[in-house]
């Protein structure tokens, strides 16, 4: 079989100081839980949380390419495959918030009185029955989605990429319905009074755009650490680069459509998420989620030579992964320390751990399959793709 | 002073790029392809610089975000400030649907009269067809002599060995007859 | 409605006899749509269109005498609601406002006529009313609430609210409708096209249309006219000015006087009109007025304050005996 | 060669250049048949009765249509969101497509921006006669004046609407006409000394075909798609914001603008697959239109719609969810209330029928697809409708709701906006070049020889 040729390990260093990395996070958690436990715990439901949308964003990168018949990226659809791995982690942090700190949502808590529908959609069992059934539904789609790449490899069989087309077309509406639904769940209902109908859409918004930065940081590194030397070129770039220019645009456009509507609007009920947000230092921190989301990468992507090379292109797709990071940080802090800031050490370090972890568990699934589907019919044209 | 010119016809995008490898590779002075559709790849065969239009573009576009958004805070908050439902005077999230339009227009019609100028296309000009049938199913080289060495002869053979079904010789200038 | 009642007068020793004996109703096998403003305005929300959330809203409000009559009757302050706009917009002269007792409101609707004649607004006919399409700047809401055998009436004047942050002025492309620096909600008819969305935007759906040339030439008519009240023409929108020719002709008279616009000065013509003193209007920036000491009133509340449109009109709640359901209750 | 099974080629039966120009320009220079006649004498009376419907509305007042002073829209502003949503598949496949490469767009494109154009004059039609004093319609643009320092309000989503639709109108007129320069120039190539070659000379701006030109040309193209791709989508997100500024329970929603847009490609894609079923039977152009774009319009519309019935889920969802009481009337109203018919009409149309696309069978059958986009028409005629009215009619004050019936005016004057529509189609079809033949020829190898790209 000559695909063992295309294995590749990481170097034991790297895992090495990968969980030494994971580890500050851990521990920073733990000196958080301590300190200020309100906050370590809304911080362990962000890093979850992103954790998770970085997998769901690999698993939904694959899902479009096929759904589309996009041959251009055939030849790195091993990355977006293996960010997968990060669903079951994230999934775990989200499950121990949710089990061991139900307080974090007040509903939860029995603060407020609820009744009808509200009080039925939010009651724990059935939050608890949900989130178990969006993992699920998540990690079976993905997971047949990858099998099947991953056979092809051993027969060079066309069925596995017809049925995967298949797979991936069910995958995108379920996939939407689902990530909606959980954001609404485990994000919105924080402050379960206020309600927001385009924050499925803001999430998903967030969730693609930061994915595709995950995805060029990955590719840039793995491309000049070896294993994708080959697979990868400057034309795959520029077409990453289009996307990351295109969704962070994407996601101001949501973004802005929800601001300007309750700004517009101005009744109490819905204005009083922003004026939590917008009020002292958050402030400032609300222009620079702008500034980072948008500003920065649509500037400096706007030339189409920023989109081609690779030192421009990554430095736009870790100020996106800021910007993402900073959204999180905005949407979910701010209710649960009323506001208030202080120097977040523990959000802080629990992001670079969680990186770190989110690199290890990427290694784990990228080690275990051939660095590109050798024998997926797309991969010629993939292989010689110029736009 | 007219110089001496070769116009290839060909039937075919293949022949006509192979054609016009051949011209680059003997230093022949290509006047201009003529073609009915955008040959793509044609222009780095040709060599042709990437336009600089997408420039005008922007600074038109820039242009015209800045000059509305400037003009929408002013006749509401300067000129003329009138309470509208308490809406603040700077109301900036509402001006920005009006700017984001202004820009696109500004931007779109300034490429498209730049693109008129520097083409030189305009209405009811007359056009100068090199062959009638370069706006159907023919595709034009048009060479010229760039100096003494210009071998009417061979460059002729030229055209035809890449596959030109039609080479006339003709002048700077000469009309071509309809 | 609209039928010439005369031809059954009778004159009867020189004065006119309003009875008459030996009428008798019969079946005409006719139908006929009636055009009644009243009629569509009682509705309720459907038994089966109830929302979990709360099947009544709180539209017209119900207290008790003890708790009205809590705290010296005054009300306590409240926190000022949170904004998302700088408050860049301060009344520094006048803020009118008006405040409505629902508690005294027994919906006689002299109110409206007064209004109609005040304002020169047009009557526009059975057809129109049918389509629902009158004009009147005010209209009275009724409510009922308790058992239909024996319900409770609830009689609620309606009328321009003349909210500080208006929903229908920030949607006017034209500037037709704007806040004046008093706190009224200003129309300017010859700057309106008629785009109609400050009517659709309207929560409290009290501006009026003018949806064909209502007025005209009618010499012997038109001597009805109030002559300091513009006629409006087809096109253009209409809405309760809180009888602003009447403030600017106080306030001119004010300062011919050379003295400030007392208290009372201004009676609008609703206020003029009601029987029993349901209606207030005043200067809410004169701490001394009695619009701005009802304000503060235990009672007072404004319709639809949620949205934070800053309605500029209060209500009073109505005093039942007992209340079910505890010390408040939403009607509507 | 897995390559060329995935994808067949763009172009049926191995055409050649000159195959090309001859189908394409054909049809315009004969006289037109029987066929052609009868569907615009059709079409030229509904636009008459329109135009009667108008003229009579514009002489009486707006109270010829059934508005009253609860609900202040209903009908027109209905008809202009739906053709506004009609004009947006044009841009989105003549932009859109074109900046993701997809070359199947290649046989549509033009007939679909000419769709966009007519749609939007129809939808700009609207916004204008719905005004109480129509003839006032140019106050909503900021002009210099005589009368001090009077402006608009740019604060008004209205005024936001103004500029957009003009914008959008001009734009893609200028994007069209681009497109249509070389083409322009092929037809005057072939026409016989006399008037028509003269219309064309001057229409064709002196096009000759130099590569110099076409390179700069390729740009402006690509610039205008660039341009074109943000400005489809902020002109309907500019329409939903009409509605979603407004503090009106079923207006107010954050997600009107993405789902108008969704909504928009929608229909809009319904109807160019309706009109192109028709045009490639009626005009023989059916190498050009082929079993691809009908199976990739059709994913399209199952994707758009699906986003569309994700949208009305989580309207619905979110309603009940939350905790405003008129908010949960509102959508309880639209699905139990007086207008039931109309909301279930516009879930059946928009969200079920749509989903048969998914069986290969039926988006091969060029009958199937073609009732099935009629639907959609319905469906989202009616969705416009439903957000409109049923939010109007029963709103925060019961003693205010009201019905919504409209009149015999209103009705002439939506069929009078097909007459136009249709007019004006079967004119293009005429005179002009409804497949873009530079465009076409620069793909006809595409696919035929496995070229990769």
Known sequence: MNHFEFKFRPSQSLIRRLWALSGIGALAWIAGLVAAPDRAWASLLMVSFWLLSMGLAGGFFVAVLYACGAGWAAAFRRVPEAMVAAVPAGAVGLLIVFLFHPELYPWMAGHGESSGFHAFWLNRPFFLARAILYFVIWLAFSGMLIRNSRRQDEDGDMAHTRRNIRISAVYMFVFGLTYWLASVDWIMSIEPEWT?????????????????????????????????????????????GKLLFAFSTFWMYIFFSQYMLIWYANMTEESVYYILRQSGALGVLFIINIVLNWGIPFLVLLPIGAKRTPAVLGAMAVVVLAGRWLDLYIMILPPVTHGKMALPWIELCMMIGTMALFVLAFLRWFVRAPQTPVRDPLLAQSLSYHS | MSQFQLLGVFEDESALISAVKAARQQRLRIVEVYTPYAVHGLERVLGLRRSRLSLVCLIAGATGAIVKLWFEFWTMAIDWPVNVGGKPWNSLPAFVPVTFEVMVLFAGLSSVAALLIVAGLWPGKQPKLIHPRVTNDRLALLLEENDAAFDVGRVRRLLEDHGAVEVTERLTGEEVPA | MGVNAAPLLALDHGAVRYFRAGARLSKTGGHTALACTQEHQSLTVPEKLRPAAGASRPIVRETTLEAARENGGVRSKEPPVPELWPPDHPFTTHHWAMVVDLNACNGCAACVVACQAENNIPVVGKDEMRRKREMHWMRIDRYYSGSPENPLVAHQPMFCQQCDNAPCETVCPVLATTHSDEGLNQMTYNRCIGTRYCANNCPYKVRHFNWFEYSREDRLANLVLNPDVTVRSRGVMEKCTFCVQRIQDAKIEAKRKGRPVHDGDIRTACQQTCPSKAIVFGDLNDKESEVARLMDNRRRYKVLEEINVKPGVGYLKIVRPEVAGGEEKENG | MADVALRPPLVAGHKR????????????????????????????????????????????????????????????????????GIGHAGTLISAILFLFRQRWRTGVNRAAEAMTLFAVMCAGIFPVIHLGRPWFAYWIFPYPNFRGSLWMNYRSPLAWDAFAISTYFIISATFWYVGLIPDLATVRDRANPGLRKKIFTILSFGWDGGYKTWNRYEMVYLLLAGLCTPLVVSVHTIVSWDFATAVIPGWHATIFPPYFVAGAIFSGMAMVLTLMIIARKVMGLEAYINKRHLDVMSKLIITTGSIVGLAYLTEFFTAQYGSNRYEQFVFLNRARGPFAWAYWTMVSCNVLTPQILWIRKIRNSWTLVFIITIFVNIGMWFERFVIIV???HRDYLPASWADYRPTSVEIATLIGSFGLFFTLFLLFCRVLPVIAIAEIKGVLKHGVQGEAH
């Open chain 1, 196 to 240: 927001s109908t385009i924050f499925g859409m803001y999430h998903f918004s967030g969730m693609f755009v930061s994915g595709v930065a995950v995805t060029i940081l990955l590719l840039i590194w793995l491309k000049r650490s070896a294993p994708l030397r080959d697979f990868v070129n400057e034309e795959h770039l520029h077409d990453l």
């Open chain 4, 17 to 84: 250049l000159a195959e090309v120009t001859e189908d394409i320009c054909r049809p315009m220079e004969r006289w037109p048949g029987l066929a052609w006649w009868a569907a615009f004498v059709v079409a030229f009376s509904m636009l008459m009765l329109g135009v009667t419907a108008v003229t009579y509305e514009i002489a009486t007042g707006i109270g010829t249509w059934g508005l009253n002073t609860t609900v202040g829209w209903a009908f027109g502003i209905t008809n202009f969101v739906f053709w506004i």
């Open chain 4, 390 to 392: 049923t939010s109007l």
